[in-house]
């Protein structure tokens, strides 16, 4: 049994504030200055974001878990494959979400649609440091991650 299934408040903890606290940096530049919204705006997605992010947090969690372990990613895995499989479990659990979130924070389609494809254009540049991220908030607080120990 990990560290994680024996201690799933904290692990649903760490799920919870890293997925928040890397939204919101992330968020911030696309929304106010790529999707052209207003602070009022972008406070009201980031509020409905909060909340959602809160409630997938620990299942986004478990999916990437799992997914890791589907892939068989170690911690001697190829950068690549590794880059590859962060990429595909934080698109496609996030992409959805995000539009989601945009329809209930307000947004127009216009802004909904312009930070949705810069969201999915640079999903190779946020799910292997979310990944990165959310293993080191891990680690820190004496939980185990999804790569298997190498063989």
């Known amino acids: 049994m990990s560290s994680s299934e024996k201690r799933p408040f904290l692990s649903a903890w760490v799920d919870i504030f890293a ?13 106010l200055i790529i999707a052209g919204m207003s602070w009022q705006e972008h406070l009201k997605v980031r509020l409905a974001a909060l909340v959602l992010n809160t409630l997938v947090a620990r299942p986004f969690g478990i999916w990437r878990d799992f997914v890791i372990k589907r892939f068989g990613i170690r911690e001697d895995s190829r950068f690549i494959k590794v880059y590859l499989v962060d990429t595909l479990v934080f698109l496609s659990f996030q992409l959805p979400l995000y539009v989601g979130n945009m329809i209930l924070g307000g947004a127009d389609w216009g802004e909904i649609m312009k930070a949705s494809v810069t969201v999915s254009l640079i ?6 440091p979310y990944g990165i991220y959310l293993d080191f908030i891990k680690r820190r607080v004496g939980l185990s991650i999804a790569f298997e120990k190498a063989k």
């Open 19 to 31: 997925m928040n606290s890397f939204s919101y940096i992330v968020a911030l530049p696309i929304e």
């Open 123 to 128: 999903a190779g540049l946020l799910g292997r």
